[in-house]
């Protein structure tokens, strides 16, 4: 072997394959902290739509206690039937301006006035008739 073959093949050995591998390394770790950054991104904006639907969530269940103490008051012990709590349940959503607000006893939905595309509900219950209230302040387009 001639001392120029091997000195072209300890170049290439000594130089040009750590260059390459380096430039391979500098290469992932650009794309790895890329995607860090991307992942960081999208955990913020997940945080924050977690928060703004934990706080929808409970404006929702503050009027559906509302209702909930506005219904028992009114309809206590007067023996009302569906129709009734329907319309009282109409009332009490379109001035209070609720996107949605459901009424259930036991299993059964005595009430559904709203958007049917409400999210973040907030409950309430009424005792002793076991009576659900649940209130939407938004749609799923807000």
Known sequence: MSFRT?????????VVIPMLAVGFLVF????????????????????????LYRSAS?????????IARAMGASLAGTGRGDAAIQARVAVLTSRAGLARVTVSVGSRT??????????????????GRRMVVAASELTAAQ
């Open 58 to 66: 409970l404006a929702g269940r503050a009027d559906a206690q509302t």
């Open 110 to 127: 005595v009430a559904d006035v709203g958007d049917r595309t409400a999210v973040a509900p907030g409950l309430a219950i009424i005792g």
């Open 28 to 51: 992932r770790l650009i794309s790895d902290s890329e995607q860090g950054k991307a992942d960081a991104r999208a955990n913020g904006l997940a945080g924050a739509a977690a928060s």
């Open 6 to 14: 091997r000195l072209t093949s300890f170049f290439v050995l000594i």
